[in-house]
C-alpha cells in the first residue's frame, strides 16, 4: 500500500492548483478546465457470478457481520464501502470495521459516500493499522486526523456524482460493499422507506451494489419475499444480515432543518428569493434546489410565498427534501419532488406514501460520465460556502485555516444549474468570507453566477444576461470587490493566511475524476 507522497511530487493544473501526479498508488489526471477532460473506455464491472452458487430458496441470510466478511473473502487492503443517508446516526461503519479488527485485517481502504462526526472511532481503527485512509467526506474529527498529517494514505474527496463517476470508470473498485438496509427480505431486496430505521432513499450505494465484487446487506427489520419497493435489488446482494439496530434515523437531519432566525442571515434568503423573482427565473414549469440549512430553508419559504403570490407552479424542486419541501408538494406549489436524500423525517414519509415524491441516484442526477445528469435541468440553485473568492471560486471543504471539516456532497454536481447562488454571510466569527483566493478550491467561479451576502448582491460579470434582467430593480447589486473592501474594514484587514506545511494530505477531485486542488497538512 502506498504512503503520502513528497511535495516534489506535484505539478500544476490548468487554475495553477499544485496536485500530486500520483495518489494512493494511481496516477492521475490533473484538472482541465470545466469540460476540459473527455474519458476513453468502457464501464468497469463486477465478476460474473451464477444462480448456482445461491441458495434456490432465495435465503441468504448468515448469523453475523463477522460471518459474511469471512464469506466474502475478505483480504488485507481491500476496499470496503458503506453509505450516508443515516448521516450522524449511522451504526454500521463502525460495527463493520470493529468486525475487520476482530479478524485481524489490516491496511483496509474506507469507501464512504459520506462520513460524519459519530465515526470518530475510525480514527482509533486507523492509528491500529485496521483502516489505512479514507476515500470520501471527511467531516469533523475525521478531517482533523487527516488535516494533522496522521492518514497514511491520502484522503480523496469527491462529490455524491463524482463517486459514482470513480465506481463506474473503474477509479475505485469496491471488493465489499456493506449497505444498512431499513427494510429488506432474506434474498437481498432493500429499501429505505419502511422498518423502525427508514431514513427514505438508500440509492448512494446503488452504484454499490452494482458494481461491488461482493455485497452484504444488513438490515434490522426483515421481511418476507419481496421487500417493496426494492432500491436495492437482491439480484447483486450476496448475503443479508440481521442485527439488533442499524442508526438512529432521528439524526439523518441536515443543517438546522429550522428556519433561521439570524436577522442578517433572513436578509440574506429574502435576497435571494428576490433575485429569483425579479431575475425571472420564477416562472411556470420552473425548478430549483436548495439545501437544509436556516437560510436555505428561510429561502424556499420566501420563495414559497412569493409563487403563491403570483400564482406560478414548479414542474419539479430537487431535494434533499425536508418538510418545507413536502409542504410544498402537497400544496400543489410543483408537480415533483426529485429527491437524492431527505433530510428529516417529514421526508421520509413523504417519499414512501407520495408517488410525486421521487428517489432519485447519483447516476440520475449528477454523474457528469453520463448521457447527461437531471443537474443541469434545475434552473435555479442555492448553495452555502465556507470562503468565496473575488473571481467566484469557492471552498466548501476548509476553513479559512485549512481546516478540513466538510465534504463535497452534491455541492460540485449542483454548479451546473441554470443559474448557481451561494448565499453566504459577508463574515463569520469576524473573519472575511470573501477573500483574495480561496483556501482550498472546490468550484470553480466560470460555474457561479451570484453571491448574496447580508452586504449586498455580486454578480459574476460573465452573466451579463442577468445583470440586464435585474437592472432597475430593487436589489442590492455590488461589485464584489466592493463589498470584500468593506467588510475587510470592519475586521480589521483580511484574513490570517493558514499555517500549512509542505505536505499534501488529501485531494478534491472534479466531477470528472481529474484533480482540481490539493489539501495541505496544518501547522498547529
Request: proline share 6%; with cysteine; net charge negative.
Amino acid at each position: 500500500m502506498a504512503d503520502r507522497l513528497d511535495s516534489e511530487e506535484l505539478r500544476e493544473n490548468v487554475l495553477g492548483r499544485q496536485v500530486p501526479e500520483v495518489v494512493n498508488g494511481k496516477k492521475q489526471v490533473p484538472y482541465q478546465g470545466v469540460h476540459g477532460y473527455r474519458v476513453q473506455g468502457r464501464k468497469a464491472g463486477p465478476p460474473i457470478p451464477t444462480a448456482a452458487d445461491y441458495p434456490a430458496n432465495g435465503d441468504k441470510r448468515l448469523g453475523s457481520l463477522l460471518e459474511a466478511l469471512e464469506a466474502c473473502g475478505i483480504q488485507d487492503g481491500m476496499t470496503l464501502s458503506t453509505h450516508h443517508h443515516f448521516r450522524n446516526g449511522d451504526f454500521v461503519s463502525n460495527m463493520l470495521f470493529d468486525a475487520c479488527a476482530k479478524l485481524g485485517r489490516r491496511d483496509l481502504i474506507w469507501f464512504p459516500s459520506a462520513s460524519f462526526p459519530c465515526h470518530e472511532p475510525m480514527i482509533a481503527h486507523m492509528q491500529a493499522g485496521v483502516v489505512h485512509h479514507i476515500e470520501g467526506s471527511l467531516n469533523g474529527p475525521l478531517g482533523d486526523y487527516c488535516t494533522d498529517g496522521k492518514m497514511r494514505g491520502l484522503g480523496v474527496l469527491r462529490s455524491h456524482g463524482g463517486r459514482w463517476q470513480a465506481i463506474q470508470d473503474g477509479e475505485v473498485h469496491i471488493d465489499i460493499a456493506v449497505i444498512a438496509a431499513p427494510c429488506a427480505d432474506p434474498f437481498g431486496n432493500a429499501n429505505g422507506v419502511h422498518g423502525p430505521a427508514a431514513c427514505g432513499s438508500l440509492y448512494f450505494s446503488l452504484a454499490d451494489s452494482l458494481y461491488a465484487d461482493r455485497v452484504i446487506v444488513v438490515t434490522d427489520h426483515l421481511v418476507p419475499f419481496p421487500a417493496i419497493p426494492w432500491q436495492i435489488q437482491g439480484n447483486n446482494v450476496d448475503f443479508v444480515v440481521c442485527v439488533d439496530r442499524i442508526g438512529d434515523p432521528s439524526k439523518i437531519v441536515s443543517g438546522t432543518t429550522e428556519i433561521t432566525r439570524s436577522p442578517d442571515r433572513l436578509l440574506i434568503a429574502e435576497w435571494v428569493a428576490r433575485f429569483v423573482r425579479d431575475a425571472g427565473i420564477m416562472r411556470n414549469g420552473f425548478s430549483f434546489q436548495a439545501g437544509a440549512g436556516g437560510a436555505a430553508l428561510a429561502f424556499a419559504m420566501y420563495l414559497k410565498e412569493m409563487m403563491r403570490q403570483a400564482g406560478v407552479k414548479a414542474r419539479f424542486v430537487r431535494g434533499g427534501s425536508t418538510r418545507y419541501l413536502v409542504e410544498m408538494l402537497k400544496e400543489g406549489l410543483t408537480d415533483y419532488i426529485l429527491d437524492g436524500q431527505t433530510f428529516d423525517l417529514d421526508g421520509v414519509g413523504s417519499m414512501r406514501d407520495n408517488p410525486c415524491h421521487v428517489p432519485t441516484s447519483p447516476f440520475t442526477s449528477y454523474n457528469y460520465h453520463g448521457k447527461g445528469f437531471f443537474g443541469t435541468l434545475v434552473d435555479v440553485v442555492v448553495l452555502g460556502a465556507t470562503e468565496v473568492d473575488v473571481n467566484f471560486n469557492a471552498n466548501v471543504v476548509t476553513h479559512s485555516d485549512g481546516r478540513l471539516l466538510h465534504g463535497i456532497g452534491g455541492w460540485q454536481n449542483c454548479l451546473f444549474a441554470g443559474c448557481t447562488i451561494l448565499a453566504v454571510p459577508a463574515l463569520r466569527d469576524r473573519i472575511p468570507v470573501i477573500v483574495d483566493e480561496v483556501t482550498t478550491l472546490t468550484g470553480p467561479g466560470e460555474l457561479i453566477d451570484v453571491i448574496v451576502t447580508e452586504r449586498g448582491i455580486a454578480i459574476n460579470p460573465r452573466r451579463r444576461d442577468l445583470l440586464e434582467a435585474v437592472k432597475g430593480k430593487d436589489l442590492p447589486i455590488r461589485d464584489i470587490r466592493d463589498i470584500q473592501r468593506e467588510v475587510e474594514q470592519i475586521c480589521g484587514g483580511k484574513p490570517k493566511p493558514p499555517r500549512r506545511g509542505s505536505q499534501v494530505v488529501a485531494v478534491v477531485k472534479w466531477v470528472d475524476g481529474t484533480v482540481l486542488d490539493s489539501v495541505w497538512k496544518v501547522e498547529r
